[in-house]
């Protein structure tokens, strides 16, 4: 009769501690929204009041595209003898769907927007822009104003 006793005791005791590690299972790892600094930024940077323009390239190679420009706050100079760092982004919008965001560098003329490697450049000088690709001028294109 004791072991009988011992035995559900002790199958209560393994029950109950198996659906206390199941809930906290469940608790940790539920779908919860992630917030990373990029998507602050992100989210922060593609406010509508920051739009400064939102327009329609197409280019040479036929290539066809949405450019949506923000403004951003700038970022102080690397050293003293440099201008701010512009803090705008670029958000290009293809056909297929694809998004490429770039954020805005410094230029001497017009408004340039390059990855952190700069392999990808978008040039922009009123209603013209330049792709470059690795250092190669790979497209031009104009603003669509249809």
Same mark, same amino acid.
């Given at each position: 009769?004791?072991?009988?006793?011992? %035995?559900?005791?002790?199958?209560?005791?393994?029950?109950?501690?198996?659906?206390?590690?199941?809930?906290? %299972?469940?608790?940790?790892?539920?779908?919860?929204?992630?917030?990373?600094?990029?998507?602050?930024?992100?989210?922060?940077?593609?406010?509508?009041?920051?739009?400064?323009?939102?327009?329609?390239?197409?280019?040479?190679?036929?290539?066809? %595209?949405?450019?949506? %420009?923000?403004?951003?706050?700038?970022?102080?100079?690397?050293?003293?003898?440099?201008?701010?760092?512009?803090?705008?982004?670029?958000?290009?919008?293809?056909?297929?769907?694809?998004?490429?965001?770039?954020?805005?560098?410094?230029?001497?003329?017009?408004?340039?927007?390059?990855?952190?490697?700069?392999?990808?450049?978008?040039?922009?000088?009123?209603?013209?822009?330049?792709?470059?690709?690795?250092?190669?001028?790979?497209?031009?294109?104009?603003?669509?104003?249809?």
């Amino acid at each position: 009769m004791k072991t009988a006793k011992k %035995f559900i005791l002790f199958s209560v005791i393994a029950i109950v501690l198996t659906i206390a590690v199941i809930a906290i %299972f469940v608790y940790e790892f539920s779908a919860k929204p992630v917030v990373t600094q990029k998507t602050a930024e992100t989210a922060d940077t593609f406010d509508a009041k920051n739009l400064m323009a939102d327009v329609i390239f197409d280019c040479t190679s036929g290539l066809s %595209f949405r450019a949506a %420009f923000y403004d951003g706050p700038a970022k102080q100079a690397t050293s003293t003898d440099m201008p701010p760092i512009p803090g705008g982004k670029l958000r290009l919008t293809f056909s297929d769907g694809r998004q490429l965001i770039l954020p805005q560098t410094i230029s001497a003329d017009g408004a340039r927007y390059a990855n952190a490697d700069e392999s990808l450049v978008f040039w922009d000088k009123g209603d013209e822009a330049m792709w470059q690709q690795a250092g190669q001028e790979t497209d031009t294109c104009k603003v669509n104003k249809n």
